[in-house]
């Protein structure tokens, strides 16, 4: 069965560093998406990217977040100096519209970032 | 911005018994999604509803949505070990113009004891 992949699973930086999260989505979906989870916080939405580009972000993505879709395969979370407070998991998901009942968004295991 | 709901955050119980949560909102919802998570894994689809008074089931789980598409809940009967988890759930396209983002609800932890 299709599967949303991500890496690293877990990455540890320092504050200040570069960071990127990689995804590689279902092959056939075409709406893409962040998301991040805070330890002991609900999941909140990052960024919505179809079509080549971002559609929507929220107000947690400032100018230190970025997402590229390079080669038609991968999709990239960049958070570009990163903060003690980025520390969280990171979901990716993908999603195909009518492919599935109730527009399934289909997510990846999460990468766990800390920053020290 | 919806803002959704969940009761209660947590929820310890022994495996047999039936246990309810709950999602609020002070807006209509368009659809809701619940979902489940595992420790270390993305949360996996479960069930949407979309009509008012609407009820789905799904083995020992039954999802209900309010006549007036404001609350769900997600019943489970005859708890076991293996429900335990972070239900979640979630609206789609909760506001916003990109379609399928999803708004989530701070979840409820589940643990069901042997």
């Known amino acids: 069965e299709p599967e949303v992949t991500q890496t690293p699973s877990h990455q540890v930086t320092q504050m200040g560093q570069e960071v990127i999260l990689r995804c590689v989505p279902i092959?056939?979906?075409?709406?893409f998406y962040w998301y991040r989870q805070i330890l002991g916080q609900k999941v909140e939405f990052l960024v919505s990217?179809?079509?080549?580009?971002?559609?929507?972000k929220s107000e947690i993505f400032d100018d230190q977040f970025s997402v590229e879709r390079p080669d038609g395969s991968n999709f990239t979370l960049k958070i570009r100096s990163t903060k003690l407070e980025d520390s969280a998991m990171y979901f990716c998901?993908?999603?195909?519209?009518?492919?599935?009942?109730?527009?399934?968004?289909?997510f990846g295991p999460g990468t766990r970032l800390t920053v020290l | 911005t919806q803002l959704l709901e969940q009761s209660p955050q947590f929820l310890s119980i022994q495996e047999g018994e039936n246990l309810t949560v709950y999602c609020n909102s002070s807006?209509?919802?368009?659809?809701l999604q619940w979902y489940r998570q595992e420790p270390g894994e993305g949360p996996v689809l479960l069930v949407t509803?979309?009509?008012?008074?609407e009820v789905k089931k799904l083995k020992r789980l039954t999802f209900q949505f309010g006549d007036a598409r404001k609350d769900s809940s997600l019943h489970i009967t005859a708890a076991q070990t293996g429900d335990t988890g972070l239900y979640l759930c979630a609206e789609p396209n909760a506001g916003g113009t990109s379609y399928g983002k999803l708004t989530f609800g701070q979840g409820t932890i589940l643990t069901v004891h042997p």
């Open positions: 807006s209509v919802f368009s659809s």
């Open positions: 998901a993908s999603i195909r519209p009518g492919l599935t009942p109730g527009n399934e968004q289909f």
């Open positions: 990217f179809y079509n080549n580009e971002i559609s929507e």
């Open positions: 509803v979309v009509t008012g008074g």
């Open positions: 092959s056939n979906h075409l709406y």
